[in-house]
């Protein structure tokens, strides 16, 4: 057993980082950034965990001010110590240099807050998991100063943190462009500012638009898992990303057009293997996927919003949480069909990219939100080479005393032989292990493993 505790490595680092990725003159890259395969791109780092806690979206305004929106109130443990509510923070760089000079707080008191988009003027467009909201700054100090509901789930009153209200993106046509997860088969009812009603049930995830005063409410799509972002391409495609069935993959990188059947029917149950559910058009009337993607995809953005050039104008973006790297699609321009997709950025168990954002230079920048991370093996270079948690032959109460001996307060996940399943709901299942363990060592001394 001391042979496993000496080789057992706990990396307790909440590395909540925004990074910036641009075209430059190649130089020498900083070894213990994510590793980025082409020379002419370098990678920066923007922001740090003691500026930015949590992030999940990002969005530019026209005057390249940067909102972020900070999540707090996502399945937290109950003794966490940041804020009681989400954020959106407002970020100014006023010299241009790459080093952000002005933080402040565009808007709080937020729950379960998603995703979000910058509108006209001043008015920030944000998801949570059962509302579609639009902040106003009427006075015009950097602060939100009124809220308008645009859209309300509900019901069904329960909704699990990643199958409500999700992507968010606004359109060449003005509407407000927004997706919902699948709800298991419940019964479920969208309700629109000026009294519109669409519901339903069984038919899986979906995507809906609005016009930005809370009329015209519409379904667009149907026929998803999960599908967590929404963006237009240059020319005017509306592609998404989508997470995968209980027991059906891969990942699906998507083009969304009106009235389009994707093939998912949440009636079926969650499996995605009833023969009346298709995942790639398999079935009559339903459509296939653009690409295949890796576990836990997030953001994406087409490269011609960069700065990256020519030989990316045909590629699509999109940040692979899980397998902690961002991804290159090119995308053929008349068809829907993609060609294999390469790995633009690697990083390694501390990194894992959430959001994607371009400024008006073509700066892409990265929402990095990582939390504490135990690796069973030894850190080399940035692999782990593991030994397996099932086999009886680590002392899990051990590795947990280190974490409390620390005074760890934050998410716990493996990084080092994968336990599969959502992360999310994995990391909240650690965090509960280790107050029971700590509850336990509390009352009854005799047992800490550490003494």
Same mark, same amino acid.
């Given at each position: 057993?001391?042979?496993?505790?000496?080789?057992?490595?706990?990396?307790?680092?909440?590395?909540?980082?925004?990074?910036?990725?641009? $075209?430059?003159?190649?130089?020498?890259?900083?070894?213990?950034?994510?590793?980025?395969?082409?020379?002419?791109?370098?990678?920066?780092?923007?922001?740090?965990?003691?500026?930015?806690?949590?992030?999940?979206?990002?969005?530019?305004?026209?005057?390249?001010?940067?909102?972020?929106?900070?999540?707090?109130?996502?399945?937290?443990?109950?003794?966490?110590?940041?804020?009681?509510?989400? $954020?959106?923070?407002?970020?100014?760089?006023?010299?241009?240099?790459?080093?952000?000079?002005?933080?402040?707080?565009?808007?709080?008191?937020?729950?379960?807050?998603?995703?979000?988009?910058?509108?006209?003027?001043?008015?920030?467009?944000?998801?949570?998991?059962?509302?579609?909201?639009?902040?106003?700054?009427?006075?015009?100090?950097? $602060?939100?100063?009124?809220?308008?509901?645009?859209?309300?789930?509900?019901?069904?009153?329960?909704?699990?943190?990643?199958?409500?209200?999700?992507?968010?993106?606004?359109?060449?046509?003005?509407?407000?462009?927004?997706?919902?997860?699948?709800?298991?088969?419940?019964?479920?009812?969208?309700?629109?500012?000026?009294?519109?009603?669409?519901?339903?049930?069984?038919?899986?995830?979906?995507?809906?638009?609005?016009?930005?005063?809370?009329?015209?409410?519409?379904?667009?799509?149907?026929?998803?898992?999960?599908?967590?972002?929404?963006?237009?391409?240059?020319?005017?495609?509306?592609?998404?990303?989508?997470?995968?069935?209980?027991?059906?993959?891969?990942?699906?990188?998507?083009?969304?057009?009106?009235?389009?059947?994707?093939?998912?029917?949440?009636?079926?149950?969650?499996?995605?293997?009833?023969?009346?559910?298709?995942?790639?058009?398999?079935?009559?009337?339903?459509?296939?996927?653009?690409?295949?993607?890796?576990?836990?995809?997030?953001?994406?953005?087409?490269?011609?919003?960069?700065?990256?050039?020519?030989?990316?104008?045909?590629?699509?973006?999109?940040?692979?949480?899980?397998?902690?790297?961002?991804?290159?699609?090119?995308?053929?321009?008349?068809?829907?069909?993609?060609?294999?997709?390469?790995?633009?950025?690697?990083?390694?168990?501390?990194?894992?990219?959430?959001?994607?954002?371009?400024?008006?230079?073509?700066?892409?920048?990265?929402?990095?939100?990582?939390?504490?991370?135990?690796?069973?093996?030894?850190?080399?270079?940035?692999?782990?080479?593991?030994?397996?948690?099932?086999?009886?032959?680590?002392?899990?109460?051990?590795?947990?005393?280190?974490?409390?001996?620390?005074?760890?307060?934050?998410?716990?996940?493996?990084?080092?032989?994968?336990?599969?399943?959502?992360?999310?709901?994995?990391?909240?299942?650690?965090?509960?292990?280790?107050?029971?363990?700590?509850?336990?060592?509390?009352?009854?001394?005799?047992?800490?493993?550490?003494?």
């Amino acid at each position: 057993m001391d042979y496993i505790r000496r080789h057992f490595q706990i990396f307790i680092v909440l590395c909540i980082t925004l990074w910036m990725l641009a $075209r430059c003159h190649p130089t020498k890259q900083d070894p213990s950034f994510p590793q980025v395969f082409d020379p002419t791109l370098q990678l920066s780092l923007f922001a740090s965990d003691s500026q930015v806690v949590t992030p999940i979206g990002l969005a530019f305004n026209e005057k390249d001010n940067l909102y972020i929106l900070e999540s707090n109130t996502q399945s937290p443990p109950s003794d966490y110590s940041g804020a009681s509510s989400d $954020r959106i923070k407002k970020v100014v760089d006023t010299n241009a240099d790459g080093v952000p000079d002005q933080w402040s707080i565009y808007a709080e008191g937020i729950t379960n807050g998603v995703n979000l988009a910058v509108g006209e003027q001043t008015t920030i467009y944000l998801t949570t998991k059962k509302h579609l909201l639009a902040f106003h700054d009427n006075d015009m100090d950097g $602060r939100a100063d009124r809220i308008d509901t645009l859209v309300i789930l509900d019901p069904p009153a329960n909704v699990y943190d990643h199958a409500g209200l999700l992507g968010l993106t606004i359109g060449p046509d003005g509407f407000i462009y927004f997706s919902r997860g699948n709800l298991g088969g419940k019964f479920w009812e969208l309700r629109s500012k000026s009294g519109q009603v669409i519901e339903g049930y069984g038919r899986g995830g979906m995507i809906f638009r609005v016009r930005p005063d809370g009329t015209a409410l519409e379904k667009v799509a149907d026929g998803f898992w999960n599908p967590f972002d929404l963006k237009f391409t240059r020319d005017g495609r509306l592609l998404a990303t989508d997470n995968d069935p209980d027991s059906r993959g891969p990942n699906r990188l998507l083009e969304i057009v009106m009235g389009g059947d994707y093939g998912f029917k949440d009636l079926y149950g969650g499996s995605g293997l009833f023969p009346y559910v298709s995942w790639n058009g398999e079935l009559a009337g339903t459509l296939p996927m653009v690409a295949a993607l890796g576990e836990a995809p997030c953001a994406l953005i087409d490269t011609r919003f960069t700065n990256f050039g020519n030989e990316y104008d045909h590629d699509i973006l999109v940040n692979i949480w899980e397998e902690r790297n961002i991804v290159a699609i090119p995308l053929h321009q008349d068809t829907n069909k993609a060609q294999q997709s390469r790995i633009l950025l690697q990083g390694d168990s501390a990194f894992h990219p959430v959001g994607l954002a371009s400024d008006s230079k073509g700066n892409l920048y990265i929402s990095d939100w990582v939390y504490a991370v135990l690796t069973n093996g030894r850190f080399l270079g940035n692999a782990f080479p593991a030994v397996r948690f099932d086999l009886g032959e680590i002392d899990m109460a051990w590795i947990f005393a280190k974490l409390i001996e620390s005074n760890y307060q934050g998410p716990i996940s493996s990084q080092g032989w994968g336990i599969g399943g959502d992360p999310f709901i994995v990391s909240k299942s650690f965090v509960d292990t280790v107050k029971s363990l700590r509850d336990r060592f509390r009352s009854n001394m005799d047992l800490w493993p550490l003494s």
